[in-house]
């Protein structure tokens, strides 16, 4: 595939009158368009807005008065986050036909700093999923650009398949709940930044699990993907969560030739044995230019993560999903029945089966007699694996450890796993997503032809360290 | 706790969580959340009764915004998404 422009460098070819953004838009819609009935990124292409937004953008730049940062840039918009006049579905029937009235805030920040938005990306349904394999009822599942046969990964498939199918300057905006933004950029080859919970605003994000969720970014190249988690950072005072605090130039990291590196040793032992070779080829890449390197253990993530995680996460999903009940937006039916037979009807009839799985599961975690043992164990359980990694970073800048155990995976195969064996996949990434913690994940290498990901976690509002670290290994593995 | 779960109880999580379920998808989730229980259950020999719950990943405030009028939706707008609808309100299922 042919090399597009990084960012910065497109976005100063804008401004010096080299690139013309309708054009470039009109290109990279028709890309969209044409690629979507094999590769299925998109939900929505919203071409029409797309275009207006990029004839206002020219002519501004014609008169001289747009600095932007994105200046002209197509960002994808995962379907999670509300975009204006988009239909905006996290991937759900039940939300067919719901239109936002208004723009989430990280969509906000990146059109005023001249960024186009192009369109919703596919997703597991609310983000429910690992491979992108749980669309909702009616959605077909986005595949892999580099073998169509196998996932994109998930949830922000859409946002990682585009990222890595197209050959103009893109990046998109994503959201991880689990790992939601790591694993579909581990299986694309491409740079995806989560940020720590609260660095991003999240208001206006259909939420799947609020203290988990994190609006992140997905590049090309971790730069791209620094430059638009930057620009979507940031107080808000619309998210109670959001933290106050300022967190500029996070795409000019400080230069630092000692970095320290934890490798979790407990993460790569559930690890395919050529994916753990590739990350540890590419941690000795690092070794070689002068990085010190330590084997770090986390006994209590790797045991326990995945069971406090989904415990956690499907508890607020199940709350969460109460408000979808055909009444205000999506999915309607005809009025009949009383109010619980209405609900139930709809609700029944929008939520697909691993999205009413993780109900059931949530519902069950937190009713009475069970939150306890259930929910409230695994909130507890939380605070142990937060001061595990809290120890772990007291010697080290960041931890390494592959983003995924396997590399993309054929859809067929990934029909032979049990819902229970598709979450032991999470394995590595929920329990930085748990901690609330900042993470990457950089291609560092190749199996069977498949990219192989590494995730670099850093402490809490460590964004920097991350990136520069992520920037030192995608340098070092190029 | 892991075999908890059985039809009976599934039905009535089900009920609670507003959702249908057809016989078939009972035969399917019944094991499969028995399973998935199970196999969580591995919690129970953790012990962390002197650890608080972690509700949130970093300690949070409460903030509160100053009691003035801001601008929010014209009812126009709020009821634009709902097909449900009637002389400028929503029209809802029958309460009883």
Known sequence: ???????????????????????????????????????HC??????????????????????????GRLLGVPISVKDCICVKGVE????????????????????????????????????????????????GIGFEKPCNPLDVKRSCGGSSGGSAGFTAFTTLAHASISESTGGS???????????????????????????YANSLDKIGSIGKTVEDAALLLEVISGYDARDSTSLQGSWEELSKPLASNDLKIGVVRDFFKGCDEAVQKECMNAVKRLEGKGAKVEEISLPLNAKYGIAAYYLASTTEASTN??????????????????????????????????????????????MAGFRDAYYLKAMKVRTLLIKEFKQ??????????????????????????????????????????????PHASVPVGEHRNMPVGLMITADHLQEKKMIEAALAFEGACR | MAGAVDKKLLLRVAANARLNLTE????????????????????????????????????????????????????????????HKKDGYFMGPKVT
């Open chain 1, 1 to 39: 595939m042919k090399k597009a422009l990084g960012l910065n460098e497109f976005v100063k070819e804008v401004k010096r009158g080299n690139v013309s953004v309708v054009e470039h838009a009109e290109k990279i819609l028709e890309e969209a368009e044409k690629s979507n009935p094999r590769l």
């Open chain 1, 42 to 67: 998109f939900n929505v292409v919203s071409r029409q807005i797309a275009l207006e937004q990029a004839r206002e953008i020219e002519a501004e730049i014609k008169t001289g008065r747009h600095k």
């Open chain 1, 88 to 135: 905006s579905r996290a991937g759900s029937k039940i939300l067919s036909g719901y239109v936002p009235l208004f723009d989430a805030t990280v969509v906000e920040k990146a059109r005023a700093e001249g960024a186009i938005i192009m369109g919703k990306t596919a997703q597991d349904e609310f983000g429910f999923g690992t491979f992108s394999n749980n669309v």
């Open chain 1, 181 to 207: 933004i790591a694993c579909p950029a581990s299986f694309c080859g491409v740079a995806g930044l989560t940020p720590t919970h609260g660095l991003v605003s999240r208001y206006g994000l259909i939420d």
């Open chain 1, 321 to 366: 999903l109460a408000r979808f009940c055909g009444m205000r937006y999506g999915l309607h039916e005809k009025l009949e029945g009383n109010f619980n037979e209405y609900f139930s009807n709809v609700r029944s009839k929008g939520f697909g089966e691993e999205a009413k799985r993780r109900i059931l599961l949530g519902t069950f975690a937190r």
């Open chain 1, 392 to 437: 772990a970073f007291s010697g080290v800048d960041v931890l390494v450890n592959p983003t995924m155990p396997i590399v993309a995976p054929k859809f067929d195969e990934i029909e032979k796993l049990s819902p229970l064996e598709q979450y032991a996949m999470d394995l590595c990434t929920v329990p930085a997503n748990l901690a609330g913690l």
């Open chain 2, 24 to 83: 078939a998808e009972i035969a399917k989730f019944l094991p499969q959340l028995q399973e998935i229980l199970l196999a969580f259950s591995l919690l129970d020999a953790l012990d962390v009764s002197n650890e608080k719950p972690s509700f949130q990943p970093l300690p949070l405030e409460n903030v509160a915004r100053k009691d003035a009028v801001e601008k929010c939706l014209s009812q126009e707008e709020a009821l634009k998404n709902s097909r």
